[in-house]
């Protein structure tokens, strides 16, 4: 099956700092989903984007379809952002989607 | 914003009892979903739904795992004989552009 690899595994940020989240696929994908597990468990959808740039607020997600990869820009960072970021990937035939191994962010004050 | 509702949040049950875990979606989406996330790893597929059917299922979805949409609306994952290792946090889900999830329900087996 399709692997879903994220970079980095793990992030500590200062509060109001900037970071980048990757996001690499190992096929072609239909559809691609971002998420963030709160502290709670709670998954929320932060993003579906199967292609192109989007943004909502202080995060912005850009996905390269062809060249097999998805970013997840998180600026100014608060640490209500603290949590595990999850890329998730529609692939072939499937409605399932595959989850990314996660990046895990903390950001202190 | 609606909701994807789960009950119980939290279920404690011994080793070889059975559970029902369940699901109130939104509404009239196609396509519902069960996943799994045992502790600190990632999000794993059980099933997935499709007009009260299983249109698909993991390795994972062993016969001891059954799924049914007994009133039209409920949806529910039933875990005939726990195990220890089938201790996780369970996720329902609904796809309408993008996935919706519910807010899980933690079973720890003992």
């Known amino acids: 099956g399709i692997q879903v690899e994220q970079s980095p595994p793990d992030l500590i940020l200062q509060e109001g700092a900037n970071s980048t989240l990757r996001c690499n696929f190992s096929?072609?994908?239909?559809?691609l989903q971002w998420f963030h597990q709160n502290p709670w468990g709670q998954l929320i959808n932060l993003f579906y984007?199967?292609?192109g740039t989007k943004q909502n607020g202080r995060l912005s997600a850009t996905t390269v379809a062809t060249e097999r990869y998805s970013l997840l820009y998180i600026s100014s960072s608060q640490t209500t952002d603290s949590g595990v970021y999850f890329c998730?990937?529609?692939?072939?035939?499937?409605?399932?989607?595959?989850f990314g191994t996660g990046t895990k962010l903390q950001v202190i004050p | 914003e609606p909701e994807v509702t789960q009950t119980p949040s939290h279920q404690v049950t011994q080793m070889g009892q059975e559970v029902i875990l369940r699901c109130v979606p939104i509404?009239?989406?196609?396509?519902f979903y069960w996943y799994r996330q045992i502790l600190g790893q990632k999000v794993e597929f059980l099933v997935s739904?499709?007009?009260?059917?299983?249109?698909?299922k993991s390795e994972i979805f062993d016969d001891q795992f059954s799924v049914e949409r007994p009133d039209g609306s409920n949806f529910t994952l039933k875990i005939r004989s726990t195990k220890l290792e089938d201790s996780a946090m369970y996720f329902c889900?609904?796809?309408?552009?993008?996935?919706?999830f519910g807010s899980g329900t933690r079973l720890t087996v003992v």
């Open positions: 998730a990937v529609h692939s072939g035939g499937y409605q399932k989607v595959t």
């Open positions: 096929d072609s994908v239909n559809n």
């Open positions: 984007i199967p292609s």
């Open positions: 509404s009239n989406h196609l396509y």
């Open positions: 739904f499709y007009n009260n059917e299983i249109s698909e």
């Open positions: 889900a609904e796809e309408d552009y993008g996935y919706t």
